[in-house]
């Protein structure tokens, strides 16, 4: 059964910083996705990766299929991307997500 | 443009009541269902999936059920709710690996 790790569990960062968030994974997957969790818990998918890099506005997603990595960037943060940042990977042949248990990102102004 | 709708948003049920919980896709044929759960301060977590009317696959034994009874509705069960059910249930749905989540219903077991 595939494991999903992030890091760091929590973060917190000031307005402008540039924001990484790093995770891991045990076994050869489909795809990688990135979700974004509100407050109120509706969630969001961000973006779904098999390979390479995507870019959308200030985010930017990774991954490194060899090493079993992933990282999601945000580039110069605002406030309204404190969120919950959560990481899955569908395992190989599977539609089946594994959840990574997600970054608590909190941007001050 | 394909849309999710899950209800109720939030429900408080005592211990040992039933509950009926109901995820409805528009704008798509045949795609695969997911219901998922997140207890509090807990990851998220797979309960059931669907690939098709009638086909259900459960992933974690415990007191709730699916069923699938149309193409675009899902529905997850239970003939007898514990405290332990209480969390925030999601519904999703995807056309292969991508997924599109509902906005959830909070469940309160009280």
């Known amino acids: 059964k595939n494991e999903v790790e992030q890091s760091p569990q929590n973060l917190t960062a000031q307005e402008g910083e540039f924001i990484t968030i790093n995770c891991s994974y045990s076994v050869g997957i489909s795809a990688l996705h990135w979700l974004q969790q509100h407050p109120g818990g509706g969630i969001v998918s961000l973006f779904m990766?098999?390979?390479g890099k995507k870019k959308h506005g200030r985010l930017i997603a990774t991954i490194n299929i060899q090493e079993k990595h992933s990282s999601l960037h945000i580039t110069a943060s605002h406030p309204r991307d404190s969120a919950v940042y959560i990481c899955a990977a569908s395992g190989a042949g599977s539609y089946q997500l594994t959840f990574g248990k997600g970054t608590k990102l909190s941007v001050i102004p | 443009s394909q849309t999710i709708h899950q209800w109720p948003a939030t429900l408080v049920q005592p211990v040992g009541s039933p509950l009926s919980l109901e995820c409805t896709v528009e704008?798509?044929?045949?795609?695969?269902l997911y219901w998922y759960r997140q207890a509090a301060g807990r990851g998220l977590q797979l309960l059931f999936y669907?690939?098709?009317?009638?086909?259900i696959s459960s992933e974690v034994p415990q007191n709730l059920s699916a069923s699938r009874p149309q193409d675009r509705q899902f529905i997850l069960s239970s003939k007898k709710l514990l405290l332990s059910d209480s969390g925030f249930y999601l519904c999703?749905?995807?056309?292969?690996?991508?997924?599109?989540f509902g906005p959830g219903t909070r469940l309160t077991v009280t």
């Open positions: 704008g798509t044929s045949n795609p695969n």
């Open positions: 990766l098999s390979s």
């Open positions: 999703a749905w995807g056309p292969g690996y991508e997924q599109y």
């Open positions: 669907s690939v098709g009317i009638g086909q």
